[in-house]
Each structure stands twice: as structure tokens, then as C-alpha cells.
């Protein structure tokens, strides 16, 4: 099978090229502008960036080179700007997409959740060319994949035939963690009861040596932390050797998140929360008063 990737970051490529090698035999990059650093696939597409244009406006050409080289496979990486190309090259191409991609198999069969993460659904598409959006953290990179750099192809870019332009741009706070790549997360729920509480999940994280994470409540509710840095179903899939979950219920569309770190544990005062029903460690208490006797005994 041939498969292609698509991603805004240089991270997020790699890591899906890497894991695309145990789906194919074949793995092609497409990239706006000349590629920095190595990209581990077997050939990469640039395409020439263009002054003042949005992601989207390159949609015409990677579809000219898609009904060219005719991959099965178009993974893409599930940003926003992610979703508005693979929207764009799906009607473009007559594709089908399948998003909030769980579980990709060899055969192009994707799982995904459906109603609010309440069920999981098998799909295949039908097209030649299946669009999935699956994000870094999904596919399993194998150690031993390639990372020698790949050959590279320029191809012209083509005109969009709608297009946008920019009016102004507002810089957004820098989100500086890498949470798909750390190994040690502490994920944060609503049973801290304060932003600056926040900064004891920090320490933990910082003993341990991990990032903080949190769900969705905390970064789309309270706006505490970073969109970028919530878990689950509808934000990032992570699979971290050990996941620490402090104030979190459990509820399935952040479990689907987490569900592939090797050792989950939970510290949550409700001894029927759902999350201790899949932790392999669960501390029944307040957090309060867990997390700093832990950060104690970690000292
Ligand atoms: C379509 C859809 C998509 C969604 N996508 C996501 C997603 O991607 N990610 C996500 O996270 N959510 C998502 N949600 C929301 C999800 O359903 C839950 O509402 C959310 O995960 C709950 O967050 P929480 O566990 O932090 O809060 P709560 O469910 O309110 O849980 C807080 C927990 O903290 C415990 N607690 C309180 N005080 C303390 C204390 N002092 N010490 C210890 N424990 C304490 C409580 O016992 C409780 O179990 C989605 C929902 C929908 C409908």
C-alpha cells in the first residue's frame, strides 16, 4: 500500500511517517517550502511556499499530485487547519475521511468514536483514496524505523480558485510542551479547584519528569491551560509510559485519550469514579493532600 502524509510540523510528520511503516510499504511526505531537517519517508513532495498563503491555498496542488501519483492512503494530521484541508481535498478528490482516527489496521481500516465517544466505529473507505486524520501518538513508531532523509520531488504550485486572504494575525501564547512525545504525563481534572493549583500538578510533573496535561473542562471550560494541551477523544491521544490522573472522573472521551499508557494512576476522593475502573494504581483522597505527600516521599 502507498501512503501518503500530510502535517503542518515537521514533528507530527515524522512521527506519522514513522508509524505509516507499519501499515505500507511505501511512505510519501508532502510538505509546503523545502524541507528542514530529515523527514523519515521514502520520498518527499514540496511544494513552493507562497507568500501570504493560508494552508489551504496549497489544497489544488497536493489534489494534482494525489490524482497523479493515485496514493490509497492520505493520512493527516488532525490540527485545525488539518480538518479544513482534508474537508477540502475530500470533496476536491470525491474521497471519503474518516476522523478522530483511534485504530488504523494494515488493510486501511480505521476505528473511530462516535456519538460523543460512546461507541466505536469500523470504517473503510471505498474511494481509491482513503483521507484518515490520525494523530501523532496513534500509530505505533517502531524503533527501528527509517530516519534517513528522504528524496525530494518539487512540483508546482497550482492557483486555488477561491481564495482567502489574511487581515491580520494575533500571536497566541506559546504552548512549549510536547505532550505526545513525553513519556510521564500528569493530567489535571476539575477536582482542582483553582488555576494556581495547577502548579502542584507542575511539580509533580517536574519530579517525575513529565509534562501536564489536563481534560477538556479545564482548557475549553475554565481556560486554565492551553486547547493544545487537553486529552481525549476530541484533543490529544497519548501514550505515555505512566499517566498520572489527579481530580479526573474517567469519563470515555478522556479515557480514550489515555487508554494506551503502559501504568495509569488516579488520585480522585470519589471511590466510585469511573477512572479507578481502569487505573492500575488508584489512590482513593484528596488530592490536596495526596500530591503533596507524594512530591514528599519523591524529594
Ligand atoms: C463530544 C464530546 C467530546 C468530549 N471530548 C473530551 C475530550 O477530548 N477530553 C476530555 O477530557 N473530555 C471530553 N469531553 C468531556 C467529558 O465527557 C467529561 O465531561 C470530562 O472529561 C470530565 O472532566 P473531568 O474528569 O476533569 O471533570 P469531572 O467529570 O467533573 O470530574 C472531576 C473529578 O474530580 C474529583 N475530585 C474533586 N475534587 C477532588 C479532590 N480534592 N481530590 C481528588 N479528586 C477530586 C471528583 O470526584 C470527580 O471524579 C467530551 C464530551 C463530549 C460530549
Known sequence: MKIWVFAEKYTALNELCRGARQL?????GIIVGSPEGVISAD??????????AMLEDYTES????????????????????????????A???G???STDVMKLTQDGEAKRMVYGGTAV???????PTAIVMVGPGVLVVSAEAATSQAEVATVDFIEPT??????SKEQKPKVTVDLPSAKRVVGVGRGIALAEDIAMARQLAEAIGGEVGCSRPIAEGEKWMPKETY??????????????????SGQVQHMVGINRSKVVIAINKDKNAPIFKQADYGIVGDLYKIVPALLNQLK
Open 91 to 93: 470533496a476536491m478528490l
Open 43 to 52: 520520498k518527499v513532495w514540496s511544494i513552493p511556499a507562497q507568500e501570504g
Open 62 to 89: 497536493i489534489v494534482a499530485l494525489v490524482e497523479k501519483e493515485k496514493p490509497e492512503l492520505l493520512l493527516v494530521a488532525p490540527t485545525k487547519r488539518g480538518k479544513l484541508i482534508a474537508g477540502r481535498l
Open 24 to 28: 505500507g510499504e511505501r511512505v510519501e
Open 231 to 248: 486529552i481525549g477523544v476530541s484533543g490529544l491521544m497519548l501514550a505515555p509510559e505512566v499517566y498520572f490522573a489527579l481530580g479526573i
Open 95 to 97: 474521497a471519503s475521511v
Open 162 to 167: 477561491t481564495k482567502m486572504k489574511v487581515i
Open 121 to 127: 466505529r469500523r470504517e473503510k473507505a471505498t474511494t
